[in-house]
């Protein structure tokens, strides 16, 4: 099936919680902009976003942290659509070094995974499989 990826550097507008901690929700936002771009790619629609079935945070977010979110389509039902999603840390930033320092990593760092299903119903769908 197909993929669809983004890259956003977190702010401080994203941070939440002290010591500029990014809130979770943040990471579930992107998976849910990879979720639209997965369904208008398969159904020529943005379809809605029913349930999440799985979330686990694995490691901590910061303001200045480039996070790539990355999605699958793994099951395709009549309507729904079962999808995964992991986001990765690919640069951190470095407010030890100083205020604007940062690093790109060697290996990325798996910060979310979780697992989905979306909706498009029958009315809606345009095209099947992608």
Known sequence: MEKAIIRVRMSLHDAHY???LVDGARILQ????????????????????????NIEFLAPVY??????AIGEIVEVGR????MVFEARKVITARPDISDSAAEVLEEPIVVCRA????????DKQRKRGG
């Not at 303001?63 to 790539?68: C, K, P, R, S, T």
């Not at 309507?79 to 079962?82: A, H, W």
């Not at 697992?115 to 029958?122: A, D, H, I, W």
């Open 18 to 20: 002290g010591g500029n």
């Open 79 to 82: 309507t729904s659509r079962k």
């Open 115 to 122: 697992s989905g299903t979306c909706v498009v119903p029958l």
């Open 63 to 68: 303001a200045g942290d480039y996070i790539e």
């Open 30 to 53: 992107l998976f849910g902009d990879v979720a639209t771009e997965l369904l208008i790619r398969h159904d020529g629609d943005e379809g809605l976003f029913r349930a999440y079935d």
